[in-house]
């Protein structure tokens, strides 16, 4: 605000000595810092936006992600949020209830070609846009699926259960693996939910029901217990690495052959294609039972509650959307571009293009989480529960306990209403 | 010092105590006395919905605890069931404490601890707040052992490196090394350390022991979380505390030691009688902080464990902050504090009494 | 003088094993930083993770400091830790003074207040706090405003008094001799010249430890500017660490970072020890 106060009263100064015009500054945060391939797209959307109008002008400020929304938070707290800002999907409904944000002049019609996840819907109206979305799928080798004699499962017919287990318990024989899954228990916070979250809706049951509101017998259901139960099996037998995985196994273990599949997203498919070509397989997620779900909804941008200049906040964000930028971002991110038309754009995503397969992933198995304000809390009591019980945990008692702390939470908040 | 002109000392004293003191006042006592309010009501951290007094509800939800005396499940000779694994198999505690108008006293409790009593029946203490609970003892635990081993190491360290010898400013400042390093670096670099896999602490024990020590997931396993935390905090602090003791040293003349060397004391004699004594304020200086870090152990919890697993890495000042910034709950967060704050104001009452009493 | 030779010999091995125990993760972090990622992590399971061996070039250095404006980040966390530090040793060993060597109304009750603080950690009252400075006025060079975010003197003020230094002036003071003070007293001194040319001279070692100690809390501070800058012309080290936590963590740019933001901290230590000789050679001289 300062800085802004800063810029306009050196705008004054120019504007009276050398006629130029004086735009109004709206302040843009995102979440990025450290990241300079999306710090040069957005910057370039910036200065395209800049330099279309005479009437506003763009200001960005970068904050390291893994801290992002606490400064959000001391932000609004303060009365100190920008005019626009990025908020990673699933959290909108919460910011959204705070009144951090406001909802969006942008219409249904503006976002008919979008894919459903990247449009943040929450009480009817549409608060946050998303340039692109992403898309987790099972990474796994021909090669070793035929060797193993594997059905090679397909977006219309995925693995049921059934075949899901006896795949991982079929590869756990193969010696030359450490272990035949990774789910990547080393990337701590929203991952849980992101990634396993839809495996629980896929199993029956969810974080909670937003309608009543209430997490008993959704989370502790009999649904989710035997979730629970499968999941705390998956260590138990030693198919997965547990929670204490390094990050640097994360990362390169599917790549060195000492995981025979892996649970992970399109941003790490470049590297596995470079490694494995053709041999690599994107499979679709199994069916648990309810139908194959994956998460949806990435970082999207929203207009604060605060902002004096909504009209500005609104131009930005719709210019924003324009299919070369989608198609910007996609190419520099290898994150899938939000229309299909902006597909068609990108090296990646075009008919035949190397990720292609995960535009289709995400156009049919994609699930939102949660779509409540409860959603904040009720991540960090799944992230809990699902360790807890990875690392041997009582399944019943834990999710008791998550289910516990998710309704007390609701109570304090009046079940946000 | 009651001599003298106590009307000029009034005006003076309170000119220098005061620049300070408001400081003080306006940055750590008012967020303190917010906090203090804030546990009496529902505050969230930002929420469109009023907020309301609630009197002592948030610390009847932190300490509200049950009982339960409960049989084991018997078989038709009133001999107790066994499990596969050999344990005795009791009725599941979510049949009390869940929606059983029998029990509606224990409503969503969860099991703390238990005590086995005679016939195989055992007492089940439940907690409103089992998590609390979990984090209060383990920072307790984490207290009564960190504090005097870092005090008397870090003494040890002093003496060594408050010799006279050339190069000693070297090891000095290798010493205070882990010291200057923040302990959020610090973190990260002994989670590396610590590795189940590629750990840099299994790797030296193997070799020590020609390839006899099983690899241990220290941060990964609920036996030995608590303690590498423990034992890397001890690493960490124990420079800081050495420079203090360190100034304390240095305040002891050297006459004192001329005159104990020409009485042809022993080493021992010496520091019982010459340094020990010279260090009373000192020792007092670093029991109080030495005490009041480790009730505050958050960071190494944050970035090593964030409380895992399975809870026995909890502590009160890591469940205060995730209550009041990532649930929003600021009431609930305000509330440990505030319950920290007595804890800890007592113990150092009682520590003062007794220290008084000695004297 | 044989065993006198003996045991040099052995302080010295004593010495070096210590030294050896505190220093391993710094030498792991130098020679981490100098490797790349894929083999900082496959050396790090052995002795290897010592030595710089293999890959070895200043590549994570210059990729750090274009990933983050390294500069910058480090003048901050100076200016703000630098005008921290003086501030605080000149306002705590003032109140310090006035604690232990003057009598007046409230002292007790007000010394106990300003000791009771040490028992709250900050983290647990960051958010009152961010609501406090969010309700002070500020003026500067740029006229009046309301609240302090986003500038240096929300990182500075909150921290300048605290009890903890107080308190280690308190002790050290308790330790003078009176008969100094009582003594410039008769002469004539005022209050505030007995405390700038009797006892401060006489704390050298005492300043230095409450000056490294402070130094350290102000270069570390990490939640707190988190929350209360919004732009990189304020931020400071510490919160910079976090921009290289991406998808793919960067871990040899993260040691090369350290490594370099470690060093002012080292110099400055250094400077103060110093101090502490020249303190040691003082009192030996009035002892």
Known sequence: ?????????????????????????????????????????????????????????????????????????????????????????????????????????????????????????????????????????????????????????????????????????????????????????????????????????????????????????????????????????????????????????????????????????????????????????????????????????????????????????????????????????????????????????????????KLSVFYALTDKQATKRAVTPAYNVATLEFEKALSDIANGADVADTLDAATDAINKDLEKNKNYK | MTDGKPKSQNKVGWLMALPASSL??????????????????????????????????????????????????????????????????????????????????????????????????????????????????????????????????????????????????????????????????????????????????????GFLSFGLFEPVDWLGNPSTALGSIMAMSIWQGVGFHMIIWLSGLQTIPGSLYEAAALEGAKRWQVFRYVTWPGLRNTAVLIMVVITMQAFALFAQVDVMTRGGPVDSTQSLVFQSVQRGYEKQDIAGGSAIAVVLFLMVLSISLIQRYMSRDRS | MNTDKRSTVMRYLLLTWVALLFVFPVVFMVVSSLKPDMQLLQDSASFRAFLPVGDISLDNYSNAWDRVPIGRFVINSVVVTAITVILSLFLCSMAAFSFVFLEFRGKAVLLSVILATLIVPFETIAIPLLMVVNNLPWIGFDGFQMGWLDSYQVQIIPWVADGLTIFLFIQYFKDLPRELVEAARVDGASWFQVFYKIIVPLAGPCFATAAILKFLVMYNQYLWPLMTTQSEDYRPVMVGLQYFFQLDIAWGEIMAYLSIITVPVLAFYLSMQRAFIASIASTGVKG
């Open chain 1, 1 to 353: 605000m300062k800085r802004a106060m800063n810029l306009m009263a050196a705008a004054i100064l120019t504007a009276s000595s050398s006629m130029v015009f004086a735009q109004t500054d709206l302040s843009l945060w995102y979440h990025g810092a450290g990241n300079d391939k999306e710090k040069s797209v957005l910057t370039g959307i910036i200065n395209d936006f800049n330099g279309s109008q005479d009437d506003w002008k763009v200001n960005l400020a970068e904050f390291p992600q893994e801290s992002y929304n606490e400064s959000v938070v001391a932000a609004a707290l303060s009365g100190k949020l920008p005019d626009i800002l990025d908020v990673d999907g699933p959290l909108m409904p919460n910011w959204a209830w705070s009144k951090y944000l406001t909802p969006l002049e942008i219409t249904d019609e503006d976002v008919k070609d979008f894919l459903p996840g990247t449009i943040g819907r929450y009480d009817g109206k549409i608060y946050s846009v998303g340039l692109w979305d992403a898309a987790v799928a099972l990474f796994a080798r021909k090669s070793v699926l035929e060797k193993h004699e594997l059905r090679i499962p397909t977006l219309d017919k995925p693995w049921s259960l059934d075949e899901f287990n006896t795949a991982i318990n079929t590869l756990k024989m193969d010696k030359d693996f450490e272990y035949p899954l990774d789910l990547g228990l080393a990337w701590k916070g929203e991952w849980y939910a992101y990634a396993f979250g839809p495996l629980l809706q896929s199993w029956g049951g969810d974080l909670m029901d937003v309608e009543k509101p209430t997490a008993e017998g959704v989370l502790n259901g009999d649904e989710a217990m035997a979730f629970g139960e499968w999941w705390q099996n998956l260590f138990t037998k030693k198919l997965v690495p547990g929670t204490s995985q390094d990050g640097a196994d994360r990362e390169t273990g599917f790549l060195d052959g000492k995981y025979a599949m892996q649970w992970n997203g399109n941003w790490a498919a470049l590297a596995a294609l470079e490694k494995f070509g053709d041999d690599l397989l994107f499979l679709p997620a199994p069916d648990m039972g309810k139908g194959p779900k994956i998460g949806a909804a990435s970082w999207q941008f929203g207009v604060s509650g605060s902002s004096k200049n909504q009209k500005g906040a609104n131009d930005f964000i719709r210019f924003a959307m324009q299919d070369k930028y989608l198609a910007n971002f996609s190419n520099a991110t290898g994150l899938i571009p939000a229309t299909a038309a902006a597909a068609k754009m990108t090296e990646n995503y075009k008919e035949g293009g």
């Open chain 2, 24 to 205: 003080i006042i306006l940055f750590l006592i008012v967020p303190f006395l917010l906090a203090f309010w804030f546990s009496f009501t529902n505050q969230r951290l930002v929420s469109p919905n009023p907020t309301e007094f609630v009197g002592w509800s948030n610390f009847s939800d932190l300490m509200g605890v049950g009982s339960l005396t409960i049989d084991p499940k018997r078989d038709a000779e009133g001999k107790p069931v066994y499990k596969a694994n050999g344990d005795i198999q009791y009725p599941r505690m979510r049949t009390f404490t869940r929606n059983n108008p029998d029990y509606e006293h224990l409503q969503g409790m969860r099991e703390w601890f238990s005590i086995p009593l005679s016939n195989d029946r055992k007492w089940v203490v439940l907690a409103k707040d089992a998590l609390f609970m979990k984090a209060l003892t383990n920072t307790l635990l984490f207290v009564a052992i960190v504090a005097p081993i870092q005090a008397g190491l870090a003494l040890l360290l002093a003496l060594l490196i408050n010799q006279k010898l050339p190069g000693i400013n070297l090891f000095r400042t290798i010493y205070f090394m882990p010291v200057v390093i923040s302990i959020v670096v610090v973190s990260i670099l002994w989670r590396f350390i610590y590795d189940g896999e590629n750990g840099l602490l299994n790797a030296i024990l």
